[in-house]
C-alpha cells in the first residue's frame, strides 16, 4: 500500500510540473554540470510526497541511471538513528539521559581531564563531573577530537589508535583510558567517537548487538526495508557509486573506496557515529515518524514528548550554558535546530531539525511547516580546490521556495 501511495504521488507530481519545477531544474543542473553524478530528492508536505526525484546516475560509467530506490550510504545521518535507539530505552526506563556512561561501561568511571604538561608526561586530574548518556547525544563528552583541544591531548587519542580497534569494546577501553580535554558537559565539540561509546552503550543496556537492536525497535516496525549497516548480496547492484573530485575538477571514483566491495561494512563493526546504509524512501519512514511524534502506521517508536526533547536546544545545559554551536543554529539530540534562519541563512522560520552525511547527504524536518526534505547523493570532497560546493542550504531554501510558500491545502 505504503509503494502504491508513493507512486499515485509521483503521477500527481509529474502531471502537475508546478512549484517543483524549479527544485528539479535546480537539481537537475547540479548534475548536468558535472558536479556530482546522481541524486534522488524527496519532499513531503502536510503528509502528501511532492517531490520524489531521480536525476544522472549510479555508476561513474553512466550506464546505470539513478532510481529512486538506489541505496546510499548515509554516513552521519545514523546519528539521529542511533540517538532514536538510545531514546527508545530510555522511554522503556531502562536508563535516564543523565546517568553515567558508566552504569553500563565501567571504563569510563573515573575519568581524568588534562591539566597541563606534555604528552609524554602530562599533568592529569578528576574530572569534575560523570560523563553522562546526555553528554555524548549532544557532543560534550569532553574527548580530544580535535578544534581548540590541548595538543598533548589530541596526540594521546591519536596513540590509543581508536582506528585499529577490533570491536566497540576494544574501542571504549581504549578512549577511556586517554584522559579528556575538557570536562564532560562543558563544551559543544562535534565528532563521531562520542557516538561509538553510544553504540556500545546501546547494546550493552539492550543485551544484543547494536545492528539488531536497530533492526528489531526501528527498522522493522517503520517498514525501512532497505536500511542496516550492510547491504544483502542481491540488493548490491541498487547502491549508487562513491565518487570525488580530482585536481581538474573531474569527477572521478573515489580512492576512499578503492578495491572496497559495496555493500560491506562501511567500519570495522556496526558503527552508530555513520555505518549505515538507506534509501530516500527508508528515511523518509523515518523522518515521517519524528514529524508524526514518534509514531507511524500504528508503530509508536518514541513517546511524543520524547520527540519534543529531541527537536529542542540541548546546548543551554551546557556548563557554562550555551545557545549555539554555529551563528543560527543550536542542536537538539541527534540533529542541529536552527533558531535563527536569517543568521543561519535558511529560508523560513525557527525549529528545523536536520543533520547532513559527510558523502552529501541530507534531510530536514520542519515540524511548523509539515515539510520534510531528503537529498541523497554518493560524493566524498578530498579538501581540493575543485571540489564542489556542498548544496544542502542552497536545496532547502530551494524546497522552501518551491513548497514552503505554497497555499496550506
Known amino acids: 500500500m505504503y509503494r502504491l501511495c508513493l507512486i499515485l504521488c509521483c503521477l500527481v507530481v509529474a502531471s502537475c510540473q508546478g512549484a517543483g519545477g524549479g527544485l528539479r531544474a535546480a537539481i537537475d543542473q547540479r ?18 510526497i511532492v517531490e520524489l526525484h531521480a536525476a544522472g546516475h549510479r555508476d561513474l560509467a553512466r550506464t546505470a541511471a539513478m532510481d529512486v530506490d538506489a541505496i546510499f550510504r548515509i554516513y552521519s545521518m545514523t546519528k539521529t538513528v542511533a540517538t532514536v535507539g538510545a531514546l527508545v530505552l530510555a ?9 553515567p556512561v558508566a552504569r553500563f561501561l565501567p571504563e569510563f568511571a573515573g575519568l581524568q581531564v588534562l591539566a597541563g604538561g606534555s604528552a609524554d608526561a602530562p599533568t592529569l586530574r578528576a574530572a569534575r563531573r560523570p560523563l553522562t548518556i546526555r553528554h555524548l547525544l549532544i557532543h560534550a563528552a569532553g574527548f580530544a577530537v580535535g578544534g581548540d583541544d590541548a595538543p598533548a591531548a589530541v596526540e594521546l587519542l591519536r596513540r590509543a589508535a581508536l582506528d585499529d580497534a577490533a570491536d566497540m569494546a576494544d574501542y571504549c577501553r581504549r578512549l577511556a583510558a586517554v584522559p579528556l580535554a575538557t570536562d564532560p558537559g562543558t563544551r559543544f565539540n562535534y565528532d563521531g567517537v562520542q557516538f561509538v561509546v553510544l553504540g ?47 585536481v581538474e575538477g573531474r569527477l572521478i571514483a573515489s580512492p576512499e573506496y578503492a578495491g572496497r566491495m559495496p555493500g560491506e561494512l562501511i567500519n570495522r563493526f556496526p558503527s552508530a557515529a555513520g555505518g549505515l546504509y538507506s534509501t530516500a524512501r527508508d ?12 509514531s507511524l502506521d500504528g508503530a509508536r517508536i518514541l513517546e511524543r514528548a520524547t520527540v519534543a526533547e529531541m527537536m529542542s536546544n540541548q546546548l543551554p545545559r551546557l556548563d557554562p550554558p550555551a545557545t549555539e554551536f554555529r551563528p543560527g ?72 521556495r518551491s513548497h514552503a510558500r505554497q497555499r496550506s491545502p
Do not use: C
Open 91 to 99: 522511554d522503556r526506563g531502562v536508563f535516564g539521559l543523565d546517568d
Open 329 to 400: 543554529a543550536g542542536f537538539g539530540l541527534g540533529g542541529e535546530i536552527v533558531t535563527d534562519p536569517a543568521r543561519r541563512g535558511v529560508a523560513g522560520s525557527a525549529g528545523m531539525y536536520g543533520w547532513p552525511g559527510a558523502a552529501s547527504t541530507w534531510y530536514f524536518i520542519h515540524p511548523s511547516q509539515e515539510l520534510i526534505a531528503i537529498l541523497l547523493m554518493q560524493h566524498l570532497p578530498q579538501g581540493l580546490p575543485r571540489d564542489p560546493p556542498k548544496p544542502g542550504t542552497a536545496f532547502y531554501n530551494q524546497v522552501y
Open 200 to 246: 556500545r552503550l546501546i547494546e550493552v543496556a539492550a543485551g544484543m548487538p547494536l545492528d539488531r537492536f536497530l533492526q528489531e525497535n526501528v527498522f522493522a516496525p517503520l517498514r525501512m526495508h532497505d536500511t542496516g549497516f550492510a547491504v544483502p548480496s542481491a540488493a548490491r547492484g541498487r547502491i549508487a557509486e562513491m565518487t570525488s573530485t580530482d
Open 283 to 294: 528515511f523518509h519512514r523515518f523522518s515521517r515518524m519524528l514529524l508524526n511524534g514518534g
Open 31 to 48: 548534475i548536468d554540470s558535472g558536479e556530482y553524478l546522481g541524486a534522488v530528492a524527496l519532499v513531503e508536505r502536510h503528509g502528501r
